[in-house]
């Protein structure tokens, strides 16, 4: 028997439509949904363990998304063709549905929770991860998992100055902003993207947007899970609470912990301080009872140390570091640190430093970028480590993680639209985080905006990044400039915003609480546009402008474009010429054919090597034009010419035949010209009759008088 199948349609107001429908697919989930917009499908679901471990104290959610190969009808690259880790578009879709699910779950839900998201039908015109969202909420508002907020995810762009939800890619490439949002009904959770210097109020304007259309998502959700019969949310056994201990715990500890959040200290020296508190606060329980309630104590110890922490800045404008609210920690930078990497540089801001490299590359290093939904390669890409050394920590390296994925993609975002046009390199940027208390993937543009300018990469202007936090009790609140770790795990916002002095390229936001308001929104942004542009002053003061040129060891690039039908003699057979040439050169050549055209690339240190290869090209593709003089030099002698070469392209050679040495007979080549002789002929075209190329010397010199005859 065919389920019964449950459907809402949601009107785009331009044409397009999206559905959600449940009862056919996955019924042994908890909640599970098909999601389409015009040919492109997902499919949602939401499993939950009936019990959580007493161990945790935490939600262990696990959000994934995949695309399929079959769902845009290709193969999977590799030996084994199958679809395997995940790759790193998919890693920050799973983040961005995370980061607006992860906060709206019950703070005491700690059973262990799934949501996989798959992309089974895929068409072009249609982006997929701008629909992830979508289908996670309304997977788990058809479930009984306590999940009381749905939220929606779409991506806004703006294309000749009007906004669009949820744009194609083809649309996408005409926009200056493309950003996704995230939120409930009445408040935003999460945005990211990269825009082309925009204001402050034009983000904002953005976001309203965004959010309206979410409202009518969400609305769509709420039918479907009346239509479909909204079910009884299950009941689950929630922490342990015990009002005595934690009456205990907050008398004992409240005051210490505060006044030593008031007078402002380092990072290990606060640690080290708060841990001396929690020492004394155990010191009132027996072994008994800190046996039984141990974990009580450490838990009412966190609560307490947020809410001193936090009181300190909503009452004094104090922070743990002594700073004002919109005060930024003092900043040192450096560049050329490495002495044979093509341009590096050093940011340290407070207890945060940054080492960033670039390397210079032809388009043979470009990344590849081959998923269902997207092929392509990147010719700027940003790749961020942080190892655990950089947090005074150790701990087993498994791989790159999905924040280092995510840090590292808000970076090359915010970098890559100041990357000119007609940058002829393929640019890679590291950043190994070496400390960090506070946001390490600002640190990271700052040091990448060094860097390329220390490179000589001719940055069209510099960009500067800040994270800005918030503290709010529900009435007042308090707006901080580059926050400290801790400040971002005990406030309610982590906001970085990276820019140029006339814009915004790039900004993620995480909101922690309901309610987020416009207002503050607005502060949070101004704030940040007064630290960005700090940081930025500081950044030009150790670099200006970028280097007028590459460094002497690193590789110098030069392009040219030869017409199609020349590229064969470059390669020679089975490659020979080409290999030759970059041997006895010391460069490497690199030829793309490009509407009919060859689109040659010569990467080299050595600028006679460079020169070497120009010189070979403009031999290969010499192609003299009738009438014209040009120099030659003898290299042959024959009993009826002499074969000459063109002296500006080596190698192309080409007849003089003794008809067109002189005017006057000549009976032996010698008596006109001899090997090694320089000088100029006409190019005369092709002979008729002989199809070859012909050339005079003659033409060039003065025709004597002829001598009358004699009658």
């Known amino acids: 028997m065919i389920p019964q199948l449950f459907v809402e349609k949601i009107d785009l107001g331009d044409g397009r439509s999206i559905t959600i429908e449940t009862g056919r697919l996955a019924k042994q989930a908890d909640g599970s949904v098909v999601v389409r917009m015009g040919d492109t499908m997902i499919l949602a679901t939401a499993v939950s363990a009936r019990s959580a471990n007493p161990a945790v104290d935490f939600l262990p959610l696990t959000v994934d998304y995949r695309e399929k190969f079959a769902a845009a009808g290709r193969f999977p690259g590799g030996f084994f063709k199958r679809e395997a880790r995940p790759s790193d578009s998919e890693v920050l879709t799973m983040r961005l549905v995370d980061r607006v699910l992860r906060p709206l779950f019950p703070d005491d839900y700690h059973a262990e929770t799934q949501v996989m998201i798959q992309l089974m039908s895929h068409d072009e015109e249609v982006m997929p991860d701008a629909l992830a969202g979508l289908a996670a909420s309304a997977a788990l508002a058809v479930s009984d998992i306590p999940f009381y907020n749905l939220i929606s995810e779409v991506r806004v762009a703006r294309i000749d100055g009007k906004f669009v939800i949820n744009p194609s890619r083809t649309e996408l490439e005409k926009s200056d902003i493309d950003m996704m949002i995230g939120a409930s009904l009445d408040s935003v959770a999460m945005v990211e ?62 005051d210490k912990i505060y006044n030593i959040a008031k007078v402002g200290s380092a990072k290990h020296e606060r640690s080290a301080a708060f841990a001396e508190v929690k020492e004394e606060v155990k010191a009132l329980f027996t072994e008994e009872e800190l046996a039984a309630d141990g974990d009580l104590v450490s838990k009412y110890f966190y609560k307490t140390n947020k809410e001193a922490v936090r009181n300190v800045v909503l009452e004094l404008g104090v922070r743990l570091d002594g700073r004002k609210t919109t005060d930024i920690r ?75 994925v995510g840090h590292g993609n808000l970076a090359q975002r915010a970098l890559k639209n100041m990357i000119p046009a007609d940058c002829p390199y393929t640019i890679r940027i590291v950043s190994e985080v070496l400390e960090s208390n506070g946001s390490s993937s ?140 970059q041997k006895a050169t010391g460069t490497t050549i690199v030829i793309n054919e490009v509407d009919e055209q060859g689109v040659i690339e010569i990467l080299g240190t050595d600028p006679a090597g460079i020169e070497a290869v120009l010189a070979k090209i403009k031999s290969i593709t010499f192609k003299p034009q009738m009438g014209e003089a040009y120099e030659v030099k003898v290299i042959k002698m024959l009993d009826f010419g002499a074969v000459v070469e063109y002296t500006s392209a080596p190698g192309n050679e080409v007849l003089l035949h003794v008809s067109e040495l002189a005017w006057e007979r000549t009976e032996n080549v010698t008596d006109v010209v001899n090997m090694g002789d320089v000088f100029e002929v006409k190019y005369l075209g092709v002979d008729p009759k002989t199809k070859k190329e012909k050339v005079s010397r003659k033409a060039l010199l003065q025709r004597p008088p002829r001598e009358d005859k004699k009658e």
């Open 442 to 581: 600002m640190a990271t543009v700052c040091a990448g905006t060094m860097a390329l300018m220390d490179a000589g990469v001719q940055m069209v202007k510099p960009v500067s990044g800040i994270a800005m936090g918030l503290i709010t009790d529900g009435e007042k609140f308090a707006v901080l400039s580059d926050i400290l770790g801790d400040e971002d795990h005990l406030g309610d916002m982590d906001f970085k915003v990276t820019g140029t002095a006339d814009g915004i390229t790039a900004c993620q936001m995480d909101i922690k609480i309901d309610g987020l308001r416009y207002d503050i929104m607005e502060q949070a942004l101004g704030q940040a546009r007064e630290g960005r542009l700090h940081i930025l002053g500081k950044l030009t003061e150790t670099i200006a402008a970028p280097r007028a040129d590459v460094k002497a060891h690193a590789p110098k690039i030069i392009t040219r474009t030869i017409p199609g039908n020349f590229i064969g003699a470059l390669i020679g057979p089975g490659g020979k010429v080409i290999q030759e040439l």
């Open 330 to 404: 003092p900043i040192w930078c450096e560049i050329d640190y490495l002495p044979r990497v093509h341009g590096s540089s050093l940011f340290t801001r407070g207890e945060t430093q940054a080492l960033a490299t670039v390397t210079l590359g032809t388009s043979r290093e470009a990344n590849q970028i081959d998923s269902p939904s997207e092929q392509g390669e990147e010719k700027f890409y940003l790749h961020y480590n942080f190892p655990p050394f950089s947090t005074g920590e150790a701990k087993p390296l498994r791989g790159t993680s999905r924040r280092e």
């Open 193 to 254: 993207g990269e825009m082309k210097e925009i204001s402050e109020a034009e983000m904002v304007e953005a976001i309203k947007f965004a959010h309206e259309a979410i409202k009518v998502q969400i609305q769509a959700q709420l039918r479907l899970q009346a239509a479909f019969g909204k079910k009884e949310i299950r009941t689950y056994e929630g922490e342990k609470e015990n009002e005595e201990i934690y009456k205990k715990v907050k008398a004992a500890a409240y």
